[in-house]
């Protein structure tokens, strides 16, 4: 003992020759990490410009065209003033599709580049990194969606929805753009490089032109038009113009949102066991 010890009558501690250091306690959860890596993939976005203007500015050039260049040829046989009224909706879901598959070519980036190595050092788990992916892409489409909304408007759109008609469109649309943007998360994960993602997305947004974007099903050979009628987009795309034209809808968007649940379950299974293979 030392003399301090002895003096103040406490008996002295061995510490074993080492200083114990204080707990620094529970890390960063998930929501922190999702977050964080939300952030640095619209860091990335905004510095690859070239595809944050395609994405953009493609889905308005093709609203463009066909309004203006096949829209007073395309007879949808449903009494509307102007074929944009009938189009709009089709070309939010086509700009949900072509947003959502930029993800999938920023995942296949990450898991080519090593840095899935660096986050888990970190503690960084697989869902959080994907689920940050999906976080940003959702927020380059709702952009994007506001933007093709306000062209739109510019150009003859006169939408006609109650309020809790936006809501179930705003509610439609989100689910849409989460689901096809986690498809595209398991697509980067599949693809072995980014040229492939790429090249595999052009199948997710394909699937709107085999529907009723931009002509009605019933004017489809018949072989395409059972495919029309039964695939995941139909029913979003009409869910969207009746609501936003004030027209009756029945059970359609509960329909799409059961078709947008699905996709996203699956989604996020595939995705969870993909990334696990790739990791290991």
């Known amino acids: 003992m030392s003399d301090t010890a002895v003096r103040r009558g406490t008996p002295a501690r061995h510490t074993g020759g080492a200083a114990r250091r204080p707990d620094p306690g529970p890390g960063p959860g998930p ?4 977050a964080v890596m939300a952030a640095r993939a619209l860091r990335i976005s905004s ?3 070239d595809a944050l203007i395609t994405s953009l500015a493609l889905p308005i050039m093709l609203m463009l065209i066909f309004v203006y260049f096949f829209g007073g040829a ?20 086509l700009s949900a599709g072509f947003g959502a ?3 999938a070519t920023a995942v296949s980036e990450d898991m080519k580049g090593g840095i899935i190595d660096r986050f888990r050092s970190l503690d960084v788990g697989g869902t959080p990194v994907l689920a940050g992916h999906v976080a940003a892409s959702t927020v380059r489409n709702l952009c994007a969606t506001a933007l093709v ?3 739109a408007l510019l150009i003859g759109f006169r939408p006609a929805a109650s309020w809790s008609g936006w809501l179930l469109v705003a509610v439609v649309l989100m689910a849409y753009i989460v689901a096809l943007s986690w498809i595209s998360a398991a697509i980067g994960l599949l693809a072995r490089t980014p ?4 090249g595999f997305t052009f199948f997710m947004s394909f699937l709107p032109y085999p529907s009723s974007a931009f002509v009605p099903t ?63």
């Open 101 to 103: 598959a930029t993800t």
């Open 218 to 280: 019933e004017n489809m050979p018949e072989w395409l038009h059972g495919f029309a009628d039964h695939q995941p987009i139909t029913p979003a795309i009409e869910s969207l113009r009746g609501l936003l034209l004030g027209q009756e809808v029945g059970n359609t968007p509960w329909v799409a949102l059961a078709w947008a649940a699905g996709m996203l379950a699956v989604a996020i299974g595939v995705s969870g066991t993909l990334f696990r293979i790739r990791t290991r």
């Open 74 to 93: 395309i007879d949808t046989g449903t009494g509307y003033d102007s074929y944009v009224m009938y189009v709009v909706p089709g070309v939010l879901l």
């Open 195 to 198: 040229e492939a993602a790429s």
């Open 149 to 151: 909304f306000g062209v």
């Open 47 to 49: 510095r690859n410009t």
């Open 31 to 34: 929501l922190t990490h999702t």
